[in-house]
């Protein structure tokens, strides 16, 4: 399947989104699945380990400051859905703003991150990424609160992992997902606005909310 910029958020407009076999791959194909993984943004689980971590941190946070990096990131493992060609649309959709990532880094070195892609109030959580204890944990929780400040309404995360479950993620039906989806996608929602935060901000807005 050939796809384009302008087909990948046709699928992401009625609830499909593409995946390759392993890196060399050249074929793409939808996935559709049954059960949804979301992270509610008003739900999102901060522990008090994590909480400790990042008021003690030294990891600076940016966006869109390196999306290809964050991307490669993603992509450094044995086992991976995004190949070359995956890898190329979601550049061009960042060239055109429709794509964005979280940074984390250590000092000057990339140890973290999180990218997606964005319609309306829905951001769609492609993959992230750590190096470093906790990095990944961090740019989740730095993510949520900026898809909160920006007006987001639908955090979709794809799948639903044990380790997305930990920090708050749930399944929700097919059926259940593209209601939330098409009330999302029809609201604004703004991933640049928002200021950028220190994860110690980040953590003391958190547990005000709670």
Partial sequence: MYLTPDLLMQGYATGIFPMAEHRDDPEVFWVDPKRRGVMPLKGFHISRSLRRAMRNTLFEVSINQDFAGVVDGCADRADTWISTEIRGLYLALRDRGQAHSLEIW????????????????????????????????????CLVDRLLDGGFRLFDTQFLT?????????????????????????????FTAPPLRSPQEVVQRMTQRS
Avoid: C, Q, W
């Fill in 106 to 141: 250590e000092g000057a070195t990339l140890v973290g991150g999180v990218y997606g892609v964005t319609l309306g109030a829905a951001f769609f959580g492609e993959s992230m990424f750590s190096r470093r204890t906790n990095a990944s944990k961090i740019a989740l929780a």
């Fill in 162 to 190: 044990e380790h997305l479950a930990s920090l708050g993620g749930i399944e929700i039906s097919r059926a259940a997902y593209r209601t939330a989806l098409e009330k999302a996608r029809s609201l604004p929602g703004d």
